[in-house]
């Protein structure tokens, strides 16, 4: 048998839009729309926490202002650390505390330096700790006698206790009709005395519940699938019934703890993370810097299956035509994938779950990383055959999703990062006896003995680190690209099926078609612009100035030099996949 055990967030509905406005008067200094102050880490915050996967039903703001949603980004700091043989260990949970600890710098704060925009933990299954938890009945007297393999974590609404067990029966019922058993639910123990008043205005109640797997015939693997789709249905239900209820995460092999925190509070914050039984071979860890992204318990990071550091801008792919073999014709319950609601970041990860999960062709994760950010292949004079024509198909199904971004990842069964083409956001990383470490800078680890460290290295752009927990062992880049772009008839399936414009018989020119195509860039202009800002400061401007732009606030800021396809066309295309938009129509 296996189990599964996840935590819920739930929010009040009492903590929407029209609150805040009525409020922000009278809390100045806590409180600010994000289109009138700028944002710099450690020491200036104000955002409010928005939280959801809902759309329409969460407490979201809508257009307003100068407030654009869709103009949303974020950037962050990244650690990891995992046993290469596979061994949990209580240093491993410590360690990547103090990682996250020692990169608080890269997390956002502000005028409320107690609300953090965000700090998360995912590891393993602690099975040890969840078996105690489970044999003190803390899940009900009907998992007591029960051998507890697997859990994971779901958020619920605080300040709606009604709706709670009607969720949650929802949930339950689901469960059993997907042929799954809901064996009870934990409230987690937690300390918020030291949240800030912004974080503890939104703060969740949340719960654990754990999920059992009776049927025989459901490996491991498919199980997992069982519960992206059980989270998905149930996800969609509740948010239509309930006001913000958020399913953390539902996993049979990790589990993540986040919340709007800073990093410092993650630990006093969950009380399952002090307890000294609670071990993990791996462990990843994010502190989130909300650039221009309302902070929210949902939103922080790690998700699902990785964290990231980076700015992106969401890639909206195709769901009509989804199809997943696996799932059949129950694949629209996976939909829908994207959502404007959720964060890139989270967009991202939805995106390679549906890959990896709801492949029937067994898609691993590294093979989703590498369709999503692939190495610069087009003009790579010295790349592979095969890896060529993997890159190639795979770029007629997907977009790159390019950042700048490091992004790192796991499933229990591997663990690794990735840097973009670019790579504008490296990352450094250390090898030990029997621990691999990687984070967004070095120095996160006071005390690592120099003798324990085999070799220093970078994560280089377009390159993967990988481990491989199932082997024990380091896969090398070249390796893991080798084993994908082999493992298909990528090239087989391009000859076959791929229909090139020079196979094909030109138009006649006409010229109303003509006139119609030089309308769309001779009769438009468009200004001139350039990166940064060149005007000079309003005390010695010539121009009139509003009285906001006399005043100017020191933050920290991260630019990305400018880059053109011409001068960086190594790793840049300009092509663009797929149908014309419709103003290019004429």
Known sequence: MAHNLTSVFWWSPLQGPSSFLNRKYHDAASTRLSALAPRRSNGVRGFRSI??????????FQQKGLYRQIE????????????LKKKPSRSTVVQANEMLGRMSHRGGCGCDPASGDGAGMLVALPHEFVQRVTTDGE????????SLEKENNVFFNKNAPNDIPLAKKTFDDMA????????????????SNTLGATSLALEPHVEQVMVLNENPNLSGDDFEKELLRLRNVVTSVNEKKFSDFYVNSLK??????????????????????SAKDFTSYVALVHSRFSTNTFPSWDRAQPNRIMPQRRDQHSTWQQELDLHSSYFGNRTSDLLPVCSDSKSDSGNFDAVLEILTKASSCNRSLPEGMMMMIPAAWQNDPLIDAHKKDMYKYQSLLMEPWDGPAMMAFTDGKTIGATLDRNGLRPSRYYVTKDHVLLSSEIGVLEHLPEKDIKY????????MFLVDFERGMIVSDDEV???????????KWLDENLVSLAELTAAKKDASTELKRRRNY???NRRLNIMGNDAPLAVLSEQPKLPFEYFKQLFAQVTNPPIDPIREELVMSLMCPGRKCPGCHG
């Open 72 to 83: 949303e980004k974020d950037s962050c700091g990244v650690g990891m650390i995992a046993s």
């Open 252 to 273: 049979n092999r990790t589990i993540t703890y986040k919340g709007q925190l800073t990093p410092e509070q993650l630990f006093e914050y969950y009380d399952d993370l």
């Open 522 to 524: 001779a009769e438009l």
């Open 456 to 463: 220093k290295r970078r994560l280089e752009p377009g390159k």
């Open 481 to 491: 690209k080798k084993s994908v772009s082999e493992s298909r008839p990528f090239k």
């Open 176 to 191: 059993e009709a997907m042929g799954l058993k809901v064996v009870g639910w934990r409230a987690m123990p937690t300390t």
């Open 51 to 60: 939280p959801g996967e809902g759309a329409d039903k969460r407490a979201i």
């Open 139 to 146: 899940f009900g007297a009907t998992a007591k006698l029960l």
